[in-house]
Each structure stands twice: as C-alpha cells, then as structure tokens.
C-alpha cells in the first residue's frame, strides 16, 4: 500500500507544489488526474522517491521512504516500487528475458527465470522472451514494461500515462491488464494520467488542482 501526507515540493526556478492526501491498499487502483501543469509527473516521481519532497511523507508498506537517501532507496525502490514509464527505456543489447533478469539482479533481488517467464505468458509475449527490444512493436514493448514493473512483486506499481496513445479498445485492453496482474500480486497501482477515458474504469481518483500550484 502507499500512504500520502502533506506532501510538497518546491522547483528552485519554478512553481511550488502542494499534494491532497491519499492512500491507496494493496489490491486498489486509483488515477491521479488534472490538467497540464498540476504536478502529476512530479507527484509520480515523488511517490517512486526519484526526487525528495520538500516536506511531507510516501510511506510505502511501513516504510516512510522520504527518510531514505543514496543506495537505502535504491534498493527499496527496486524491490517494492513497480515503474511503468511513458517512453520505455530497455536495454538494447539485451533480449525480453534478460531486461527482466536484469531488473531483478540491480534491485539485489535472486533471479527468478521461472517467474520472469510466468510474468511474460500472463501478458501473451512469452513467444518474444528471446527477441531484442528493439524488434518488438510499441504494443509489445509497453506489456514488456508492464512486466519489468512486475517482476520483482513491488508492493506499489505506478504507471504514467500508459493509455494515452491507444485508441479506445486497446485502452481498457491495457487497463484491465494492468489492473489484474497488479492485483494478483496484491499491489497498489497509482496511474497517473490525462486520459478521461479511464475515469469510469476506476472509481477511486485524486485530483490535483491548479489552486494547489503556487507559481
């Protein structure tokens, strides 16, 4: 589960942020929505601790991890924090199999071949374990990102933007993918977004708000 409060956070030349509290448990989706400018990515990468807040708490499982700094949070981050970023990012020379291997082994977690290969069936790709990235089509590189997300049973999995290029079938296609792997592994999954499409497929949602942003 993740646990928000009185979260803030300051850019040095740009806008002052101030976050509404929330809390999403294991086995729960949730949207972060609003418009350009509101914060969500900087929320985003507040709640995977990729940058300190200027005040407030993530507190992720029992773990407030705005206490945490240097090689602390990065092995917390990489053994509970599942990240599905907008543009995928993999490691070229590298096949499907081993980007998830590769995630398991940097985050100081065992190898696990058997799951990583359950993870990819799950998603319909295991007939790609073998193939480069780079020959994947964009469809398939997004279930492979879902799955490096996966692979390390995170107990909180976040997902930016991760519809917004899909049309409308593919859309909930994707959603409802991401929602029952997060859940089979009783994670909480925050997915922050634009796309209004997903505000009748996921009840809870936290709205951020331009009266927050003081510029």
């Known amino acids: 589960m993740i646990r928000v409060e009185d979260l803030a956070y300051s850019y040095s030349k740009g806008p002052s942020l101030k976050f509404p509290d929330f809390s999403v448990k294991g086995d729960e989706a949730c949207l972060v929505l609003g418009q350009s400018g509101v914060g969500k990515t900087t929320l985003l990468h507040l709640l995977a601790g990729l940058m300190p807040p200027k005040s407030g708490k993530v507190i992720v499982g029992d773990t407030d991890i705005s206490t945490l700094s240097g090689n602390s949070l990065d092995k917390f981050?990489?053994?509970?924090?599942?990240?599905?970023?907008?543009?995928?990012?993999?490691?070229?020379?590298?096949?499907v199999l081993e980007n998830l291997l590769l995630t398991q082994k940097l985050s100081g977690v065992k190898q696990d071949v058997g799951y990583a290969k359950y993870i990819l069936s799950q998603l319909n790709i295991e007939q790609y374990i073998s193939k480069s990235t780079n020959d994947l089509s964009e469809g398939e590189k997004q279930r492979v990102s879902i799955a490096r997300s996966l692979v390390n049973k995170p107990k909180l999995i976040l997902a930016d933007e991760p519809t917004s290029a899909l049309d409308d079938d593919n859309c909930e296609a994707v959603y409802?993918?991401?929602?029952?792997?997060?859940?089979?592994?009783?994670?909480?999954?925050?997915?922050?977004?634009?796309?209004?499409r997903l505000?009748?497929?996921v009840q809870k949602k936290v709205i951020l708000d331009k009266s927050e942003v003081n510029v």
Do not use: M, P, Y
Not at 77 to 87: E, L, W
Not at 176 to 196: R, S, Y
């Open 77 to 95: 981050r990489g053994k509970n924090v599942g990240i599905i970023f907008q543009k995928n990012h993999f490691v070229q020379s590298l096949n």
């Open 176 to 196: 409802n993918l991401l929602k029952g792997q997060a859940f089979e592994i009783d994670a909480a999954l925050v997915i922050v977004t634009h796309d209004g």
């Open 199 to 201: 505000k009748d497929l």
